[in-house]
T-cell receptor, first 113, second 115 residues
């Protein structure tokens, strides 16, 4: 069964600090891995999309890494801001004719001033 | 370019009724995917349409159905509503299926409450 596990479940940090969120998956065959940011009551917003051949991708202060061998990904947030307070969701899609995107439960990040 | 729009934004229905939700994708996008988000299960994939054809379906009962029109607008229908169907229903549009590394753009969602 395809699974995506995210850790930690929640995280509280001070403004200006860095943090790293983790995503482990068992989806196979693998097509791509996405990180989304979702503010409360709104639709998710894409941060990064990574394919098998990519191991690092950045989007401003967000940097995602992917290790396809160990099936692990991380999202590093640099110099956090209050607006980074949100849920961060990892999604893994398989390849082939029949795929179902598998979602992690998300990491709830709170940035305090 | 206008984003993904979903109507209505909020809906209250009674158990046993049916409901139809609408999604208008970004202009030029032919793929529309639907998702259910609940506090208990998180985000789950419902189905995906491309050029009026359903290409993939998640693990949901047959009460959940959808369709896509020639202008790429999509609707999803839930019949015989149950209390457990209370959720945020999100649609996302893209140039291609989620299995391909194209950006997916989510709408604001429809908050469905079943009483």
């Amino acid at each position: 069964k395809n699974q995506v596990e995210q850790s930690p479940q929640s995280l509280i940090i001070l403004e200006g600090k860095n943090c790293t969120l983790q995503c482990n998956y068992t989806v196979s065959p693998f097509s791509n891995l996405r990180w989304y940011k979702q503010d409360t009551g709104r639709g998710p917003v894409s941060l990064t999309i990574m394919t098998f051949s990519e191991n690092t991708k950045s989007n401003g202060r967000y940097t995602a890494t992917l290790d396809a061998d160990t099936k692990q990904s991380s999202l590093h947030i640099t110099a956090s801001q209050l607006s980074d307070s949100a849920s961060y969701i990892c999604v893994v899609s398989g390849s082939g004719g029949s795929y179902i995107p598998t979602f992690g439960r998300g990491t709830s990040l709170i940035v305090h001033p | 370019k206008a984003g993904v729009t979903q109507t209505p934004r909020y809906l209250i229905k009674t158990r046993g009724q049916q409901v139809t939700l609408s999604c208008s994708p970004i202009s030029g996008h032919r793929s529309v995917s639907w998702y259910q988000q609940t506090p208990g299960q998180g985000l789950q994939f419902l189905f995906e349409y491309f050029s009026e054809t359903q290409r993939n379906k998640g693990n949901f009962p047959g009460r959940f159905s959808g369709r896509q029109f020639s202008n790429s607008r999509s609707e999803m229908n839930v019949s015989t509503l149950e209390l457990g169907d209370s959720a945020l229903y999100l649609c996302a549009s893209s140039l291609a299926a989620p299995s391909l590394p194209y950006e997916q753009y989510f709408g604001p969602g429809t908050r469905l409450t079943v009483t």
